[in-house]
């Protein structure tokens, strides 16, 4: 088989159908195979699923659930000679897989190949940073890069070269890790100019979506990613390339700082919160939004400690499944 398209979901039965949808053309030409990949929704996202021509699986057992165990239930259910996976929220554009089998063809020494994310949901905070985010970092244009955020089409013997897809462990940042294994074993990742994918993220209160992340164990995947690479030939790359981790020890001494401050000086310790809360504010243009990336990294450090102390199962170990048969179409 050509291409395979896995996707992952978790309660995205509003979303589901347009995601499959696009994958189905997608694979069309190729004759190549879709399958939803469910960590265990309580919505229609499985039933929907079921009324198309996809393969469909679950997460047989809910407490393994994190964004690394999605991904890595639907590659161990596919076989072909390149592997696409995205989000149940998310589009395919029409034309990329076609680029990017094209790229991947003419280029053997490149594991894998990204394209263009368009961000259509900006309703919250942390949407409307990451849009502006974008344009910033080196990873979101066009050429080699250190990781492919958003999905890509990656070349399965590249992945079998280095044991698995994605960390089951990991609750984030499991395309950062896949990269830093791949590119430590001398593979080249590359985004293409070409538009992937439509993402349509979480709409409401930023500060709501903020706690589920922090609750959810989803703000602890730089220090799961952190954890696993010690002792590994990318942990120096992990170091380096993950600017969470500078962004947490930055955070921890802030902490010290102001309890240092508090106890002996209360006007410099309210200098050490206003100061970069004013800051990012000026930075991200609103103070709203400069206020939301205070409590963020915040969060984003208080995620990390934990996860780096977070239960690791071995990550090649596979995940028990369900799989579910076709529903006749819907009348």
């Known amino acids: 088989m050509k291409i395979a398209i896995g996707i992952k979901a978790l309660n995205e ?21 879709v399958l939803l990949a469910d960590s265990g929704s309580s919505d229609a996202t499985v039933e929907i699923a079921r009324r198309l021509p996809v393969v469909v699986v679950q997460l047989a057992n809910r407490d393994e659930r994190s964004c690394g165990a999605g991904a890595q239930l639907a590659f161990q259910h596919l076989d072909a000679d390149y592997f696409c996976l995205i989000d149940g929220d998310m589009t395919l ?71 698995y897809f994605s960390d089951r462990n990991l609750h984030s940042f ?67 390339r993950l600017g969470h981790v500078r ?14 401050a508090l106890w002996r000086a209360p006007v410099v310790a309210a200098a050490l919160v206003i100061v970069p809360v004013a800051w990012l504010g000026w930075r991200r243009g609103s103070l709203a939004l400069g206020l939301y990336s205070f409590a963020m990294w915040n969060a984003l450090a208080v995620g990390l400690i934990g996860g780096l102390f977070r239960r690791r199962v071995p990550p090649t170990r596979p995940l028990a499944s369900v799989a579910f048969t076709r529903l006749p179409p819907a009348p």
């Open 13 to 33: 039965a509003t979303k589901i159908e347009a995601a499959l949808r696009s994958a189905l053309a997608a694979v069309e030409p190729y004759g190549g195979t």
């Open 93 to 163: 554009v029409p034309g990329f897989i076609e680029a990017s089998l094209a790229y991947l063809d003419a280029n053997p020494d490149v594991a894998g190949v990204g394209g263009q994310v368009i961000e259509r949901n900006l309703e919250a905070e942390e949407f409307q940073i990451r849009a502006a985010a974008m344009a910033r970092e080196a990873h979101r244009r066009a050429g080699p890069v250190d990781r492919l955020d958003g999905g890509g089409v990656y070349r399965m013997r590249a992945i079998r070269e280095v044991g």
């Open 174 to 240: 499991e395309e950062f890790d896949l990269a830093a294994r791949l590119t430590s074993r001398g593979w080249t990742l590359v985004r293409i100019d070409v538009p992937a994918v439509e993402h349509r993220g979480h709409s409401g209160n930023g500060y709501r979506l903020l706690l589920y992340r922090l609750t959810s164990g989803q703000m602890g995947g730089a220090g799961e990613v952190l954890r696993a690479s010690i002792g590994k030939p990318h942990f120096g790359l992990v170091v380096r």
């Open 247 to 260: 962004k947490a020890v930055v955070i921890a001494g802030w902490w010290l700082s102001l309890v240092l």
